[in-house]
Structure formats: structure tokens, C-alpha cells
């Protein structure tokens, strides 16, 4: 493995398998920038197009653009030309059809399920949700998608790689020895989600003293400077 020289934290790295990557300031912690298609290129497959149920850059630049700026106003079909909708390759030409992608094809936030549970006999109502798809849920939010750490990396305090640094999961022992023993078992690709919960005392209310004590989980692979602030939206609400 070779060593890299990483500006934004002004500390040698090195990748796990050993991939030589230039990172910048202006990218943000450890972003890479990646190749993407033209903007009318019809991506086709749903596996392999990352903006789907749209079927290009520009049909979902587009949508979105529409969504946000014709909030209480209709778009009828007249709005759109047929010549517009078939040479820019839209998938939809009024605003049902985008509400109607929005509203059925798109990955929403993970259900409440109700469980009834018994405590000395005292019969009570639980609300909860999947830890799993609320994992799904912080890892389907654009904002989180540049600085999601997806593998460990090794961070060092000078060209020499004597003396290691720690900071973040990513960067620890652990999840690098684990991620070779996937590694060898044949899970390539594989990447480990290590789930955070934390709870804390909700007055209900003002008077007899009725509190309730919510649980909110987040994943370390959300870098500890973004989940921290309190409004960033890494912490969802599971029971």
C-alpha cells in the first residue's frame, strides 16, 4: 500500500487496498470526484442509474426544478409539447406524472410499526421502525452521499507513517481488521454499517410528571463532525 498526502486534514492516509487518490479542500472530508454521464444520457438499467425513476441527469434536474418552483400551481399536458418531451426523453409531461413518480417510485422514510406490550400486567402501545430501513433512510439523503465513509482508511502524523492518528470509526483498528476477514471470505464490496442509539428524557407533560424516552439512532459511517450538529438531520427516530 502506498501513502497519500491528504490536504483537508493535513495528515499521510492511505486507503484500504491501497488506491493513489488526490483529494481537495473544495470537495469536502475525503470526497472523490467521480466521472458522470452527459446530462440527456439515458442511463437504461435501474441498477446501474443512480437517478432513478428518472431516466437521465437532466429528467431529474428538471423534475426537481419543477417540483420546487411550481408548488400550488398545475402543469397540464398543453404546458408541455410533444416535440419537448420527446427529444429531451422525459419521463413524465404533466404534474400528475410527477407527483405520481414522487409519490410511488421514490424510497420514502422507513413506517412506525404498533406493538402492544404488557409490564405487570399494565397493557401499553409501542410505536417502533426497522433499524434496517431507517439505516436506508440515512443512507438515501443526498446531502449525507459525499461524506458517507464506505471503507477504513489509515491515517498517519508525518511522511514516515510511524505514528498512526485516530479520529473517526473509519479510522480504526477494528474496522479494517474486519473488513479483511469479509475480504477473505470472498464479500468484496461489502461495506460494515456501525449503528449508533441514544436516548434521552421527554417531558410529555406539564403536570404528574409524564416523560417519555425516545430512541434515535444515526451510523458511524456518517463522519462524527456532521451527525453531531444537532439540526443536520443524521439522527432518525426508530422508538
Known amino acids: 500500500m502506498i501513502g497519500e498526502y491528504c490536504k483537508k486534514c493535513d495528515l499521510w492516509r492511505r486507503d484500504y487496498g491501497g488506491e493513489m487518490r488526490l483529494m481537495k479542500k473544495s470537495q469536502g472530508p475525503h470526497r472523490v470526484a467521480t466521472e458522470v454521464p452527459g446530462p440527456q444520457a439515458n442511463l437504461g438499467n435501474p441498477e446501474e442509474n443512480i437517478y432513478h425513476p428518472y431516466r437521465s441527469k437532466l429528467d431529474w434536474d428538471l423534475a426537481s426544478w419543477l417540483i420546487d418552483a411550481t408548488q400550488g400551481l398545475t402543469l397540464s399536458r398543453n404546458c408541455w409539447p410533444f416535440l419537448v418531451v420527446e427529444k429531451l426523453d422525459l419521463s413524465f ?9 414522487v409519490n410511488e417510485s421514490l424510497p420514502g422514510p422507513a413506517t412506525f410499526l404498533r406493538e402492544e406490550v404488557s409490564v405487570k400486567g399494565a397493557k ?9 430501513e431507517c439505516l436506508g433512510e440515512l443512507f438515501g439523503k443526498p446531502e449525507f452521499a459525499p461524506y458517507l465513509r464506505t471503507a477504513p482508511e489509515k491515517h498517519y502524523k508525518d511522511e514516515t507513517m510511524s505514528e498512526r492518528v485516530y479520529y473517526d470509526t473509519n479510522t480504526a483498528t477494528f474496522w479494517r481488521n474486519a473488513q479483511v476477514k469479509l475480504d477473505a471470505r470472498g464479500k468484496q464490496g461489502v461495506t460494515i454499517a456501525f449503528l449508533i442509539f441514544a436516548s434521552h428524557k421527554t417531558q410529555i407533560t406539564l403536570f404528574r410528571n409524564k416523560a417519555a424516552y425516545p430512541v434515535y439512532m444515526t451510523t458511524a459511517k456518517i463522519p462524527k463532525e456532521i451527525r453531531r450538529k444537532p439540526f443536520s438531520g443524521a439522527w432518525v427516530l426508530v422508538g
Open 93 to 101: 409531461s404533466s404534474s400528475r406524472e410527477i407527483n405520481k413518480i
Open 124 to 132: 401499553s402501545d409501542v410505536y417502533l421502525r426497522e433499524s434496517v
